[in-house]
Nanobody
Framework: VQLQAYGGGLVQVGGSLRLSCVAS????????LAWFRQTPGKEREFVAA????????GFADAVKGRFTISRDNAKNTMYLQMNNLKPDDTAVYYC??????????????????WGQGTQVTVSS
């Protein structure tokens, strides 16, 4: 499985960005695609996750109400729509794929495959 994340960039406070994660390979064996983010000197942080099938989705408290996650199964693509961006959202964003129990979706160690990361910078 290969993941390619893109869509990052520089945006002002209050602006929006949409990240995309394109999956290729044997994705049918994986149940969940998630987004994590990381800033220098900090642990990687869970942002959002969604099942490839079914309605399950979940968000970190820090982004609830501002971020949404969606998928296009025909394109094997997951999207992270980020609205009302804040300086604290500045990070490298990674998409990840795996099959964690839904209750453990925020644990990065349970994801097998990772994209290369895309930088999001929110300027104030």
């Amino acid at each position: 499985v290969q993941l390619q994340a893109y869509g990052g960039g520089l945006v002002q406070v209050g602006g929006s960005l949409r990240l995309s994660c394109v999956a290729s390979g044997r994705t049918l064996s994986l149940s969940t695609l998630a987004w994590f983010r990381q800033t220098p000197g900090k642990e990687r942080e869970f942002v959002a996750a969604k099942r490839w099938s079914g309605g399950n989705e979940g968000f970190a408290d820090a982004v609830k109400g501002r971020f949404t996650i969606s998928r296009d199964n025909a394109k094997n693509t997951m999207y992270l729509q980020m609205n009302n961006l804040k300086p604290d959202d500045t990070a490298v964003y990674y998409c990840a794929a795996g099959s964690p129990p839904w209750g453990s979706r925020s644990y990065d160690s349970l994801y097998y495959y990772w994209g290369q990361g895309t930088q999001v910078t929110v300027s104030s």
